[in-house]
């Protein structure tokens, strides 16, 4: 069965570095998403891609955030400078774009992202 | 703006006996529900899903989710877990139609006790 898959699993970076974090949907899909979820917090969404542009986006997806999708296959995240506070596990998820809408998104094993 | 309230963050239950996971929505528009699951070191994993009709649905694995329209609710139940069951329970909506962002509740863990 086809899977999103995330790369990497575990990101160790220091406070203000860029990082990019990976995924790849799976094939054919038409909408992608990144979510975070805080330690101990619920998932939340951040962004929503369609037609390599992003339709929709949350009050946590500042300037830091950006969101790319290179080439026909990889979605990226990248973050710009990062915070102590960025440290969560980031989730990319993707959805056909079929049936009337009733389709559902399918998510990635995540990237847990640790700033110190 | 939507909600998703899960009143027990955790649930310990023994093996065998069943078990309900509480889930409660607010939204001012129509929603579509879901509940996923997250196994220990694992991504997120749909369970069910509420879309339209039935306000029964039901997962592969004997779980089961009951849609309450005038109670906003969609509970989450198994009349006998497994020790297999033990993981992450989150319920969530969607908007119907749009872009379709996932708004989840904060998550219940549920451990089966043998």
């Known amino acids: 069965e086809p899977e999103v898959t995330q790369t990497p699993s575990h990101q160790v970076t220091q406070m203000g570095q860029e990082v990019i974090l990976r995924c790849v949907p799976i094939?054919?899909?038409?909408?992608f998403y990144w979510y975070r979820q805080i330690l101990g917090q619920k998932v939340e969404f951040l962004v929503s891609?369609?037609?390599?542009?992003?339709?929709?986006k949350s009050e946590i997806f500042d300037d830091q955030f950006s969101v790319e999708r290179p080439d026909g296959s990889n979605f990226t995240l990248k973050i710009r400078s990062t915070k102590l506070e960025d440290s969560a596990m980031y989730f990319c998820?993707?959805?056909?774009?079929?049936?009337?809408?009733?389709?559902?998104?399918?998510f990635g094993p995540g990237t847990r992202l640790t700033v110190l | 703006a939507q909600s998703v309230t899960q009143l027990d963050s955790q649930v310990p239950v023994f093996e065998e006996a069943p078990v309900e996971l509480r889930c409660n929505y607010s939204s001012s528009v129509s929603v579509y529900l879901f509940w996923y699951v997250q196994y220990p070191n694992q991504g997120l994993q749909l369970l069910l899903k509420?879309?339209?009709?039935?306000?029964l649905v039901e997962s592969i694995n004997g779980f089961e989710a009951e849609f309450n329209k005038s109670q906003t609710s969609f509970h989450l139940r198994k009349p006998s877990v497994h020790i297999s069951d033990t993981a992450e329970y989150f319920c969530a909506v969607s908007d119907i139609g749009g872009y379709q962002k996932v708004t989840f509740g904060i998550g219940t863990k549920l451990q089966v006790i043998p």
């Open positions: 891609f369609y037609n390599n542009e992003i339709s929709e």
């Open positions: 998820a993707s959805r056909p774009g079929t049936s009337g809408g009733t389709d559902t998104q399918y």
């Open positions: 509420y879309l339209s009709g039935s306000t």
């Open positions: 094939s054919n899909h038409l909408y």
